[in-house]
């Protein structure tokens, strides 16, 4: 398309009303009926109930995690509810050689890569058996073996790190993606600008995968930016984009495969924004009560993206509802009996605080670790029983 030289300056600014509003990648109605002439992802029944079970375990460990935190035994936890859709389908589509790296409303993910129920307790516990060796607040998970960059509190850091492990999976001549997880809050954030831009000039294989899930803590999407959304940036960045239903398990995994697919063939970069609404807290620390009403709340719960894939399931005739009360009721009591054992263990060795991060602990970090021993020597009520002592 042509366009004629403007010679009248008001004629040649562009307003906001030129701009097209981003489509939304639909397939499954709230009944869970697909939309008609919807074109239904890559799925079988086996990889249908394996998104379905993450998803449930996701709504168990989320419920008795916060009331674990609210009876004070575990100091912080951060709840997925009511974006299970959006993170499970995306990691469905994935690989296991490919990398995750999450912002931290993720654990789904972990799941659905393999993480076990145990794992995630000695994790939150800060127990023995931690592979961060309690080193991180709790629901900073990582794992080497699975995949997934350890998370880190600091909005945003993960984008530009994703845009270079990419760019090395290319260089290594990988056929595998990066697929990095954030919030249209984190967006906000120069981290966000950089590692776009690097990735598409550089020719990533990365998904930038953004949960807009309508709040950065308090602060709505309203107050965060004029545009439409985050998928414009995209574009503006010559990165393919895709906007997608984010409380629709069947769009979401659709859209995630055919991002990885141009990832991987072209070698390219996508950009997913992935429109949903975080139906709890943001944090065990917040109350949204101080900035939204419950009516909101309660119009986003009839979107309930775990209950419209159930829906979909048992029209299928793939599930029924005596399964689905059996694996509720085998996860409610997996996940207590798993709390139970992490929160008995003792915690990491002190020694261990100034370990893996150097090659050779430097002499400044050995100096403390001696003062910390001498003190947990003079003051040993100070210190719980168990404490510093390996299992
Ligand atoms: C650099 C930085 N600034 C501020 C914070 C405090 N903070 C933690 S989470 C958060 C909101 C993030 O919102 P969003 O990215 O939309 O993700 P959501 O929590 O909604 O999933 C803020 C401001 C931080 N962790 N890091």
Not at 107 to 125: C, D, K, P, S, V
Not at 186 to 203: I, K, P, Q, R
Request: glycine residues 8%.
């Amino acid at each position: 398309m042509s366009l004629e030289p403007q010679h009248q300056v008001h004629k040649a600014v562009m307003t906001s009303g030129h701009a097209l509003k981003i489509p939304e990648l639909k397939i499954l109605q709230s009944d869970g009926t697909p939309y008609p002439g919807a074109t239904l992802p890559d799925i079988d029944q086996e990889l249908a109930l394996k998104i379905y079970d993450t998803a449930v375990f996701t709504r168990v460990l989320d419920e008795r995690m916060l009331a674990a935190q609210r009876q004070g035994r575990i100091s912080f936890y951060m709840t997925c509810i009511g974006e299970e859709a959006a993170v499970v389908g995306s990691a469905a589509a994935l690989g296991q050689d490919d990398m995750i790296m999450a912002q931290y409303r993720e654990q789904a993910a972990l799941r659905y890569r393999g993480f076990t129920t145990e794992q995630f307790m000695n994790q939150m516990f800060s127990n023995v058996k931690d592979l961060g060796k309690g080193r991180q607040m709790p629901i900073h998970y990582g794992s080497n073996e699975l995949n997934y960059m350890t998370v880190s509190s600091p909005l945003g850091t993960q984008i530009p790190q994703a845009a270079g492990y990419a760019y090395g999976q290319k260089r290594a001549g990988k056929e595998a993606v990066t697929l990095c997880y954030f919030g249209e809050g984190a967006a906000s954030e120069g981290d966000f600008h950089a590692g776009l831009n690097m990735a598409a000039v550089l020719n990533c294989p990365a998904i930038f995968f953004c949960r807009n899930n309508g709040y950065a803590i308090s602060t709505p999407t309203s107050e965060q930016f004029a545009g439409d959304g985050i998928a414009p940036r995209g574009v503006g960045y010559g990165i393919n984009t895709i906007r997608v239903d984010g409380n629709d398990m069947l769009a979401v995994l659709a859209a995630t495969q055919q991002a990885r697919a141009i990832a991987v063939a072209e070698n390219k970069p996508v950009l997913i924004e992935a429109m949903s609404y975080r139906l709890g807290a943001h944090s065990s620390s917040d109350d949204p009560s101080g900035y939204r009403s419950r009516e909101e709340e309660a119009k986003w719960r009839e979107h309930d993206p775990v209950l419209r894939f159930k829906l979909w399931l048992l029209a299928q005739g793939w599930w029924s509802e005596q399964q689905d009360e059996a694996l509720y009721d085998q996860y409610r009591k997996e996940v207590l009996a798993a709390v139970k054992v992490a929160e008995t263990l003792p915690k990491p060795a002190y020694d261990t605080l100034v370990t893996d991060v150097y090659d050779i602990v430097p002499e400044h970090l050995e100096k403390q670790l001696q003062e910390t021993r001498d003190h947990m020597a003079r003051y040993p009520d100070h210190y719980p029983a168990d404490s510093g002592k390996e299992a």
